[in-house]
């Protein structure tokens, strides 16, 4: 066994006892949005999950720390975003990229095959249906997460984010329908896992500017593929309109009523 399978069981069976050994139930919405069973979902589906009246009290409070742009280490050259998130006293992991099909936007399901989602570029120039999806590790756990996708990301980029700065998964789950809706084709040299990873981690840049950002390994490779000249970065008007629609979404999500504000207005 090798050692990343060996250290992800090991994080889900201790978070597995704490979880059985806690005097206090979780929050059921924590079973839908961080579960205990490693789960890919698709960006539509898990941000709807987040910010209905079952759900969204409990995104509200979850908050992301740091933002990280992470390169694949197993010889390809997929980008990826992942979220450090605390929930309560616990930290949760949260990844989030695009790849080709995978079932579309419209189908939840739980990938048998990790490595296949996060293909390479493919060898046509042609445009096909974009992938994009969230994978949540079994509670939370980071070996878990990497476990899933067979693979240690190489980091690019970490925003930190300033304590004052509170950004939580319901702001999340506002922003990356959006940017799923700004590329629901797939193409190589266009719109891409480079692409999506971009347009993802710049409008958290500019909204949160008060941040630390420590550069990786992989900062000066971002974009970039061995075999073609790949463009990395959004366009100025893409990036503006992005930024608008997120903040009227955050705005509806935030007149959103929890169940227990529904159950009030009930009782009254």
């Known amino acids: 066994?090798?050692?990343?399978?060996?250290?992800?069981?090991?994080?889900?069976?201790?978070a597995r006892l704490q979880y059985l050994m806690s005097s206090h139930p979780p929050n059921p919405s924590i079973l839908t949005l961080l579960p205990d069973a490693t789960q890919s979902d698709t960006v539509r589906t898990w941000c709807g999950n987040a910010v209905v009246a079952e759900n969204v009290g409990y995104a509200?409070?979850?908050?992301?720390?740091?933002?990280v742009h992470s390169r694949s280490?197993?010889?390809?050259?997929?980008?990826?975003?992942?979220?450090?998130?605390?929930?309560?006293?616990?930290?949760?992991?949260?990844?989030?990229?695009?790849?080709?099909?995978?079932?579309?936007?419209?189908?939840?399901s739980l990938l048998p095959s990790p490595t296949a989602s996060r293909s390479d570029l493919a060898p046509s120039l042609s445009s096909t249906d974009a992938f994009d999806r969230i994978v949540v590790p079994a509670f939370g756990k980071l070996p878990a997460l990497k476990l899933y996708i067979d693979d240690d990301p190489v980091v690019a980029c970490t925003l930190n984010l300033h304590p004052d700065a509170f950004?939580?998964?319901?702001d999340l789950a506002g922003l990356l329908p959006i940017v799923n809706a700004k590329a629901r084709k797939y193409n190589p040299v266009s719109k891409q896992c480079y692409w999506y990873a971009w347009?993802?981690?710049?409008?958290?840049?500019?909204?949160?500017?008060?941040?630390e950002e420590i550069m990786g390994k992989a900062?000066?490779?971002?974009?970039?593929?061995?075999?073609?000249p790949v463009p990395c970065k959004v366009s100025k008007d893409e990036l503006e309109s992005i930024e608008v629609q997120w903040f009227a979404?955050?705005?509806?999500?935030?007149?959103?009523?929890?169940?227990s504000q529904v159950n009030s207005s009930i009782l009254d």
């Open 73 to 108: 280490k197993n010889g390809k050259n997929h980008e990826d975003i992942v979220f450090q998130v605390r929930v309560g006293d616990e930290t949760s992991w949260i990844l989030t990229d695009q790849s080709v099909g995978g079932g579309g936007d419209s189908t939840s």
């Open 167 to 170: 950004f939580s998964l319901a």
């Open 60 to 67: 509200r409070t979850a908050r992301v720390l740091s933002v």
């Open 1 to 14: 066994m090798s050692f990343l399978r060996l250290r992800a069981r090991l994080a889900v069976i201790f």
């Open 249 to 259: 979404r955050t705005l509806e999500i935030s007149k959103v009523e929890t169940i």
């Open 199 to 211: 347009a993802v981690y710049e409008p958290i840049n500019r909204k949160y500017p008060d941040h």
């Open 219 to 228: 900062y000066t490779l971002r974009g970039t593929h061995f075999k073609l």
